[in-house]
C-alpha cells in the first residue's frame, strides 16, 4: 500500500449547511500537534475507540481527533474499504481486520502461550480474576484476562492499558528494572487514580525498595480502583521481567498474605515454562 504524507496545513472546504473545521472545538486531541502521515492519522482514529464507546459517529471521531472533519471523512472511507472500520447505523465501529490482527497476534504470543494455562488455573482455584500483562513504558499491557462472574465487573481487557504505578503488576515489575530505569518513572510524578494511589516520587520508590525485599511481589490495595484490590508478581528467571501476573478481587475479601503465596509460586513456575532453557541453568 502507497503511504501518502498529507500536509499538516490541510482544511476542509466548509460544505453548504456543515459547520467548517474551524467551528468546531476538539475536545481530546486539541493540545498536541495533528499527526502528518497517513499511517498516523490512521492510528489516531483507530485509538479512539475503546470499551465503553465501541461505535462512534463521524462528529465524535472529529472532536475526539482533533483532525479537520474534510480528512477524516475521507480517510473512514479509505479503512471500511481496508475493513480497519465498518459503517453501522450508529456511525463507525471497528472493523473485521482489527480482529483478524488481534487474534493472530494472541494465537503466536509466546508469553500468553506459556503462562496462560497456568492463570487459568490460579484463578479457578481462588475464585478471584486472574491477570497477565507486560511493561510498556509507564504502562501495563494486558495480554490475558480470566476469572469468574466479577471479571466482568472490571474494566480491564486484553489490550487495554493501566499506569504502572497504580497497579500491582506494574510496580511488580518496575522493581525487577535496574534503578536507572524505574527511576524515570518515579521521578515524573504519576498521576493519583484514587485516594490511595502511590504517586510521590519517594514514596513510590520506598514502595518499590519493599516490593523487592519481597521477592517482586507487589499489593495494590485500592490504588488503581475504589473497592479492588491485587496481588502481583513478577514472571522471570533472572534479571528484569518481562511479564507478571496478579490475582484480582474485591478490597475486603482478599487475604494478601495467603495470595502472595501463591501468586508468586505461580509466577515462578512461568517462570520456569517461558524461560525453560534458563531456568535449568540456575
Given at each position: ?146 476469572g469468574g462472574r466479577f471479571a466482568a465487573a472490571l474494566p480491564t481487557r486484553l ?18 528494572l535496574e534503578p536507572p530505569i524505574a527511576e524515570s518513572v518515579v521521578r515524573t ?94
Amino acid at each position: 500500500m502507497t503511504v501518502t504524507a498529507l500536509p499538516v496545513t490541510e482544511r476542509a472546504v466548509p460544505a453548504r449547511g456543515h459547520a467548517s473545521d474551524s467551528d468546531r472545538q476538539p475536545t481530546r486531541a486539541a493540545t498536541r500537534p495533528i499527526p502528518v502521515s497517513m499511517i498516523e492519522r490512521m492510528t489516531l482514529i483507530l485509538d479512539v475507540f475503546d470499551a465503553a464507546t465501541p461505535t462512534l459517529t463521524l462528529v465524535e471521531i472529529v472532536e475526539r481527533t482533533g483532525l479537520p472533519r474534510s480528512t477524516v471523512h475521507r480517510i473512514l472511507d479509505q479503512m471500511i474499504r481496508l475493513r480497519w472500520l465498518a459503517h453501522t447505523s450508529g456511525g463507525y465501529r471497528l472493523g473485521m481486520r482489527t480482529l483478524e490482527l488481534g487474534g493472530l497476534a494472541a494465537d503466536h504470543n509466546e508469553t500468553r502461550d506459556a503462562v496462560g494455562p497456568l492463570l487459568h488455573e490460579l484463578a479457578q482455584r481462588t475464585g478471584l480474576v486472574g491477570h497477565l500483562a507486560v511493561l510498556d513504558g509507564r504502562e501495563v499491557v494486558y495480554l490475558d484476562k480470566v476469572g469468574g462472574r466479577f471479571a466482568a465487573a472490571l474494566p480491564t481487557r486484553l489490550g487495554g492499558r493501566m499506569p504502572a504505578h497504580a497497579t500491582a503488576l506494574g510496580k511488580a515489575m518496575l522493581s525487577t528494572l535496574e534503578p536507572p530505569i524505574a527511576e524515570s518513572v518515579v521521578r515524573t510524578r504519576p498521576a493519583r487514580l484514587t485516594a490511595r494511589t502511590v504517586c510521590e516520587p519517594d514514596a513510590l520508590r520506598r514502595e518499590l525498595e519493599r516490593i523487592r525485599l519481597r521477592q517482586g511481589v507487589a499489593i495494590d490495595h485500592e490504588e488503581a480502583m475504589a473497592g479492588i484490590a491485587c496481588v502481583a508478581a513478577p514472571v522471570r528467571v533472572r534479571g528484569a521481567a518481562p511479564a507478571a501476573l496478579s490475582l484480582t478481587g474485591p478490597a475486603d475479601a482478599m487475604g494478601f498474605d495467603r495470595l502472595a503465596r501463591v501468586v508468586l509460586e505461580v509466577a515462578h513456575e512461568a517462570g520456569r515454562a517461558l524461560f525453560p532453557r534458563r531456568a535449568r541453568g540456575r
